[in-house]
Antibody, heavy 119, light 113 residues
Framework: QVQLVESGGGVVQPGRSLRLSCAAS????????MHWVRQAPGKGLEWVAV????????YYADSVKGRFTISRDNSKNTLYLQMNSLRAEDTAVYYC????????????WGQGTLVTVSS | DVVMSQSPLSLPVTLGQPASISCRSS???????????LNWFQQRPGESPRRLIY???NRDPGVPDRFSGSGSGTDFTLKISRVEAEDVGVYYC??????????FGGGTKVEIK
């Protein structure tokens, strides 16, 4: 069965960096695009970024463009999110999610990892 | 960007009674390939989201048949025919037709009266 396990969250000061990882199993990772979606405490879902199966195409939400970088290592079945210049408003649970149909949305989600940006 | 609007924000329902959630998009979600990429997700308290419905009306494996999706163009509905206790949570619609960005509705909280 599909499993997505995020890691790397924690407490970080404003302006600092953090890298999230998502270990995937149960499907052919190298054949699917992958997303990051976040959820601020008590709030709704916000799409963050998507990467194509071959890493050739990457797209970002305006709120993170220029600060966050999505990447993947298909040899390790792992998705990453490099987050730089973090702000208080980036505080959220970050979920990785599997793309389901050539960029038409997501199907499976991980359990999420909490990022808290605070001094 | 496509704006997704859900109503109501909160939906108190009696066990065994039906529930209906509306999702409206700021533009038609019909893709140039003829498909409408509108999905519904359930997020139970303390859990990750789970997809229930894809392409407007297709139920994911394991989703009870009391859940159904309908709609077209800009107007969509998720219905629960008879609400059970395990259905408590927040429901989100999401469009995958016009991206980036992918966009979600603000969520509808289903609770038991």
């Amino acid at each position: 069965q599909v499993q997505l396990v995020e890691s790397g969250g924690g407490v970080v000061q404003p302006g600092r960096s953090l890298r999230l990882s998502c270990a995937a199993s149960g499907f052919t990772f190298s054949s699917y695009g992958m997303h990051w979606v976040r959820q601020a405490p008590g709030k709704g879902l916000e799409w963050v970024a998507v990467i194509s199966y071959d890493e050739n195409n990457k797209y970002y939400a305006d709120s993170v463009k220029g600060r966050f970088t999505i990447s993947r290592d298909n040899s390790k079945n792992t998705l990453y999110l490099q987050m730089n210049s973090l702000r208080a408003e980036d505080t959220a649970v970050y979920y990785c999610a599997k793309d389901w149909a050539m960029g038409r949305g997501v199907d499976y989600w991980g359990q999420g990892t909490l990022v808290t940006v605070s001094s | 960007d496509v704006v997704m609007s859900q109503s109501p924000l909160s939906l108190p329902v009696t066990l065994g009674q039906p529930a209906s959630i509306s999702c409206r998009s700021s533009q038609s979600l019909v893709h140039s390939d003829g498909t409408t990429y509108l999905n519904w997700f359930q997020q139970r308290p303390g859990e990750s989201p789970r997809r229930l419905i894809y392409k407007v009306s297709n139920r994911d494996p394991g989703v009870p048949d009391r859940f159904s999706g309908s709609g077209s163009g800009t107007d969509f509905t998720l219905k629960i025919s008879r609400v059970e206790a395990e259905d408590v949570g927040v429901y989100y619609c999401m469009q995958g037709t016009h991206w980036p960005p992918f966009t979600f509705g603000g969520g509808t909280k289903v609770e038991i009266k």
